[in-house]
């Protein structure tokens, strides 16, 4: 594990009353709501997905008095770790990430009286909440911003596994460079993996070489490697599901924010109030607040481009 992942994870831990090993949480089914959250199986400290569904459920405990309990899946076994956090007989049990989908529906099944949650894939169980992100619209914002801006109308992305979810990043982000530069070349790698900050680092210096001045990533801890390269390099980046300016602050001009964090804040505030989830789809777009975009920095945006960022966001 790398210094700044170790930091990541340490400020995390230092932040969570009671944090201990990833088998040895303060468990809370007693105290009233809780919440079991299985991050990704890249774990916590990747400043992006798994920390801000934490984030989101350490808001809820204290505003609204809930306890929760995690698991890092670093073995991949998924479904023992979700079954193990079901034994503990939580309230709702949280999974992220298409990963934890087939787990979830497996679970589902054998436990019927259990609610789920499934974050960014869709269930059919009645039991399960899937709750989605319109990707495509915050990464068209980003989109504009690096048709804008690009001094060498040469911009990249860079994904993780060519999964539908990362595409909906990549086609926003293709549409929004293209309403606002028909002549910008769009340069697309997929790393294959989410978990591997060298090889985004190593894609980023591709396109770096290829003239590329702006890279945005939907890579998780892979991206971080891509801003951090972007940084050495001296271009531009845009970060992915959470403001990620302080992972790169001499690179990083915004980020298309994900609310992973509101969507389970919001989960556990029904709980709390005392309705019952009652499964389904939830799609969280722009109007749902359920993607935006972080503060703008290192850049400046003249008074017709920043209307024109204001009014796709207004839409």
């Known amino acids: 594990m790398n210094g ?34 299985l991050v990704t199986e890249s774990g916590l400290g990747d400043d992006s997905f798994s920390d801000s569904a934490f984030q989101g459920l350490e808001q809820a405990r204290d505003e609204l008095d809930i306890t929760f309990d995690y698991r890092e899946p670093f073995d991949g076994d998924f479904e023992a770790h979700m079954e ?8 709702v049990i949280m999974g992220l990430g298409y990963d934890s989908q087939e787990s979830i529906d497996a679970l589902a099944e054998e436990y019927p009286d259990q609610h789920f949650v499934l974050i960014d894939a869709v269930s059919e169980f009645d039991n399960v909440t899937s709750i989605t992100f319109r990707e495509d619209e915050g990464s068209y914002l980003i989109g504009l911003l690096a048709g804008m801006k690009t001094e060498s109308d040469v911009v990249g992305f860079v994904g993780g596994e060519q ?34 900050d060298g090889i985004g680092a190593e894609l980023a210096q591709d396109m770096e070489d290829k003239n590329a001045d702006y890279i945005f990533h939907a890579a998780g801890f892979t991206g971080v490697g891509v801003m951090k390269e ?6 531009y ?7 990620q300016y302080f992972v790169a602050e ?24 005392g309705e019952e989830l ?12 359920g993607v935006g975009l972080a503060p703008i920095r290192l850049i400046s945006l003249s008074d017709e481009e920043q209307d024109r960022i204001d009014e796709e966001v207004k839409q």
């Open 237 to 243: 980046a845009f970060g992915a599901d959470s403001d």
């Open 278 to 289: 009652e499964g389904g789809l939830k799609e969280l777009g722009i109007e749902e607040e």
């Open 84 to 91: 193990n956090l079901i034994e503990q007989d939580h309230d």
């Open 4 to 37: 700044y992942r170790l930091l990541s994870l340490l400020i995390i831990c230092l932040a969570a009353a009671g944090c201990s090993s990833s088998e040895d949480h303060t468990t809370s089914a007693e105290k009233g709501v809780s919440a079991g959250l």
């Open 163 to 196: 999964i539908e979810v990362v595409e909906r990043f990549e086609n926003g982000f293709r549409d929004g460079v293209q309403a606002v530069n028909e002549n910008a070349e769009i340069l697309v790698e997929y790393a294959e993996t989410f978990d591997d």
């Open 250 to 273: 001499d690179a990083v001009v915004s980020s298309m924010i994900k609310n992973v964090n509101v969507a389970l804040y919001d989960v556990m505030e029904q709980l709390a109030e």
């Open 230 to 235: 972007a940084e050495n390099l001296g271009i």
